[in-house]
């Protein structure tokens, strides 16, 4: 199976773990990242479907004509029936992984079969119908999976999504390499319900979002509410549920700080009451280290390599791995933010870095 990272990244990176929130005092797991779920569900069936060649659906002639599905032809039956509703309702502004798109683009052909036949329930003319009509669709999805046009249009998306990660990736590496310590935070940044949800002026929220960014932005490079920044990531992300939100990683400096924990609320509490006017909301990641399986935030030296991986491939993974499925359309402008390299010198004062 072609995977852009690995074995089942999005299983590995443990997604309820990283993001949630708090509802009445318990945590719950965010329908938008639960679709994100099903969106790579529906890319691994297409990769199976456009890689195999034999019939999906017949007929059992034993028992009056049933339907026989092969297994890539009953998971597709049920990804079919469970429709993309749910999915284009949710994430409105979004474009999907291209495999994704193409199943969006013939998903209607068999519809009305789906949605009022179980398969097993299917007999005689109706059976006969759904199993000339599935294996057209098949044929369809098999055509164009394998075009050059759409070869080419996979190229483009892996290579921007690669893009992003190594990038992301770099940075982290040259932070480390220019700095010995660091305290990284991750923050969640939102809004109180019902404000600024884009669901009848998404263009204008959209605008004002991105002011409050900005100011937030500005005020950490200043030193507010807390000095010592010495880098950042940032990815906005938009769900038609629970509106907009940002993920926000911060690296700062271990020589003047220590406790990560009261440092993130600090940061959640400006931009809360400072930056948004008290309409803002945030979750503190660091306040909950213990629940993470492999931590990669808190103080972490440049010595300490299994952190930094979890750092990388797990807490800063979401920012720019999530893309691989499903990301803000271009039209929104830019959703991912981080700051530049620091300048490394040739040339190291002191005493010689150690191993560890």
Not at 262 to 289: D, P
Not at 310 to 336: C, E, H, M, Q
């Amino acid at each position: 199976m072609n995977m852009l990272y690995g074995n089942d990244w999005l299983a590995s990176v443990e997604l309820e773990k990283l993001v949630f929130e708090e509802h009445k005092g318990s945590e719950c797991f965010h329908l938008e990242e639960s679709l994100i779920l099903e969106v790579k569900n529906i890319e691994r069936l297409m990769q199976m479907i456009g890689s195999s060649v034999e019939p999906l659906f017949s007929f059992n002639p034993r028992k009056e004509e049933a339907v026989v599905c092969r297994n890539h032809g009953r998971r597709l039956f049920t990804v079919l029936r469970r429709g993309v509703a749910t999915i284009t309702h949710t994430l409105p502004y979004h474009e999907m992984n291209p495999y994704v798109e193409v199943y969006f683009k013939h998903v209607d052909k068999l519809s009305s079969f789906c949605e009022f036949w179980p398969i097993d329930a299917m007999r005689g003319k109706v059976a006969e119908s759904f199993v000339l009509a599935a294996n057209d669709l098949v044929l369809e999805l098999r055509c164009e999976l394998s075009s050059a046009d759409f070869k080419s249009i996979l190229r483009r998306f892996k290579r921007a999504s690669l893009k992003r990660t190594k990038g992301l990736e770099r940075y982290i590496d040259d932070l480390f390499q220019k700095y010995a310590r660091m305290l990284v935070l991750r923050i969640d940044l939102s809004y109180e319900s019902g404000y600024l949800s884009g669901r009848l002026d998404f263009g204008s929220d959209l605008s004002v979002v991105k002011r409050h960014w900005s100011k937030m932005q500005k005020n950490l490079h200043k030193g507010k509410p807390v000095s010592g920044l010495l880098g950042f990531a940032c990815k906005l992300e938009y769900g038609h549920l629970k509106g907009f939100h940002f993920h926000l990683l911060l690296f700062y400096s271990g020589s003047e700080h220590r406790q990560d924990g009261g440092l993130a609320r600090m940061i959640g509490e400006h931009w809360q009451n400072s930056v948004t006017e008290e309409r803002g909301r945030f979750y503190n990641c660091n306040s909950n280290k213990q629940r993470y399986r492999d931590v990669g935030i808190g103080m972490i030296k440049y010595d300490q390599k299994d952190r930094i991986e979890v750092l990388k491939n797990k807490v800063a993974a979401y920012l720019t791995k999530i893309d691989y499925w499903v990301r803000l359309s271009p039209s929104v402008g830019r959703s991912f933010f981080k700051g530049n390299s620091p300048k490394l010198s040739s040339t190291r004062r002191g005493r010689k870095r150690s191993n560890g």
